[in-house]
């Protein structure tokens, strides 16, 4: 899997970039993350709110909490969700569920009680950690599941005496953002981190084909499903940022910023499983709504890495201190989990220096599968060129490969894609086809190799026959200053048809007028919005995702 014929990419893949990542380095991701934690142990390993932990402190912590687990009389392969937002809990419970060698399953802590119901039921939970805000929620539905066992945590618990008091007293007394709860023989964090310490830890000695992942898809095209994740999996993905990166870095000790969850797959694999590898220091945002906490911590950081999402870096630059920031530092900004678009882009380059290079992935790839060269090369509105030992092709209806430059659907095939979902063999069957991952993207490659999304399959427009893909649109309305954001949907125009209609957040005075006008300069007739719709703010994932599924449901 090297020649050009196979990935014609290769011919223009950066050169200190290798073409292949040795998965075979590591037995198990618990292998890796010994190393690096042994490697690393006298470097920062993770800050939250001024607090930090040293590699040999998360070592020390996540092998008790292990332990623990292990004591409690889980076994290797139970299911354990970790229902958190970015704390210091959230890599020591991580890695420890992942040492002790069960199955970490990665739960979003904003799910309702019947998203939660469904994800813990699916999976089979057994045991679940779970900040306190969230415990009241598990308590609703935890007699129709699974769970044995419970473990709370406070977003102060691990600050130090002093401050996680004063933390907390505002988080449960001032601000009453933990509702009352009671869940029997629930067990603190802390108390869990001591009893662990008592008890030596068992070793995992696991397999590379062995599911020690289970991340659930956002659920944004239907029920969220569980993609089963391996060690090859993740030891694959997280080879493969590495060596994307790499070339990117010197040798001053790296800080990260990580403001999307590490409950989401992107920040996971960035932030929690390939940082540790090149022992970077690495600062945890808590609520990355909160922008000037944000802003506030690439200040004081010499932030040299950042991984984010499109709405999240137009936040950054409409936030007054923005260019207050020194960016002297910053090497590395990479956008994923949605499209990066060309407008944001643009700015962000003229305002740091750095390129926003964007990245390309889904849950079911680790998530990892294209980005654009982070160190020269970077083409604006595409995802780059896929990642070592990664394939990808365009094809049509029927999965024939389509030639250069014509429009079909993306597949990926490399060691990074899932084993499947869990307890859904259909809907597996559905999504990989003769090894290929099915993506569900509608893309091109262009004639340098290097890939370009046109929009999702599901999204996509149907106007007097002409496919439409919402993408492009919103592209176009936000080269417009005075807009902060846009989403384009297809709705019935009476005719057997759709009309496009176009939600606007915008950060200034415009008229309709004069967006209309805008489109009809840079898009095709058929193309351009028949209803513009105002509005104060639209719905998003976690991760800041606008959801198109949302405002066409309510359209």
Known sequence: MSTTE?????????????????????????????????????????SCMNKTLTYADVDKKSAAFAAYLQMRGLEPGDRVALMAPNVLQFPIAAYGILRAGMILVNTNPLYTEREMEHQFCDAGVKAVVILENFAHKLEQIIDRTEVKFVIT????????????KVVDMMVRKVKRMVPKFNIQNAVSFSEALKQGAKFKLKPYEGGHEDVILFQYTGGTTGTSKGAMLTNRNLIANMLQFKAWLTPSLGDKPEENLCPLPLYHTFAFTVCGLCMPGIGAHTTLITNPREIGTVIEA???????????????????????????????????????????????????????????????????????????????????????????????????????PLPVGQVGELQIQGPQVMKGYYNDPDKTAETIKDGWLCTGDIALMQEDGYFKIVDRKKDMILVSGF??????????????????????????????????????????????????????????GYKVPKEIEFRKDLPKSNVGKILRRMLKENS
């Not at 390129?355 to 982070?374: D, H, K, Q, V």
């Not at 919402?470 to 384009?488: K, R």
Request: hydrophobic letters at 35%; proline letters at 5%; glycine letters at 8%.
């Open 298 to 400: 690439m200040k004081k950081n010499q932030v040299s890495i950042l991984a984010g999402v499109n709405t999240l870096f137009n936040a950054m630059l409409n936030h007054k201190e923005f260019d207050n920031i020194d960016f002297s530092n910053l090497k590395c900004t990479v956008g994923g989990g949605m499209a990066v678009q060309t407008a944001i882009a643009e700015k962000w380059q003229e305002r740091t220096g750095c390129t926003l290079a964007e990245g390309y992935g889904l849950t079911e790839s680790s998530p990892i599968a294209s980005c654009n060269p982070l160190n020269g090369g970077e083409q604006i509105g595409t995802i780059g060129m896929p990642v070592p030992s990664t394939r990808m092709r365009i094809v049509d209806d029927q999965h024939n």
């Open 153 to 164: 945590t406070s977003v102060g618990e691990l600050l130090g005496s002093l401050k996680g």
């Open 6 to 46: 196979e990935r014609p990419w290769l011919g223009n893949y950066p050169a200190e970039i290798p073409a292949n990542i040795d998965v075979n380095k590591y037995n198990s991701i618990v292998q890796y993350l010994d190393e690096a934690l042994s490697k690393h142990a006298a470097k920062p390993a993770y």
């Open 467 to 524: 496919n439409v893909y919402p993408n492009e649109i919103e592209d176009v309305v936000c080269q417009l200053d005075a807009v902060s954001e846009a989403a384009a949907i297809g709705v019935p125009d009476g005719k057997g048809s759709e009309k496009i209609r176009l939600f606007i957040v915008k950060n200034e005075k415009i008229s309709e007028d004069e967006i209309i006008q805008h489109c009809r300069q840079n898009l095709t």
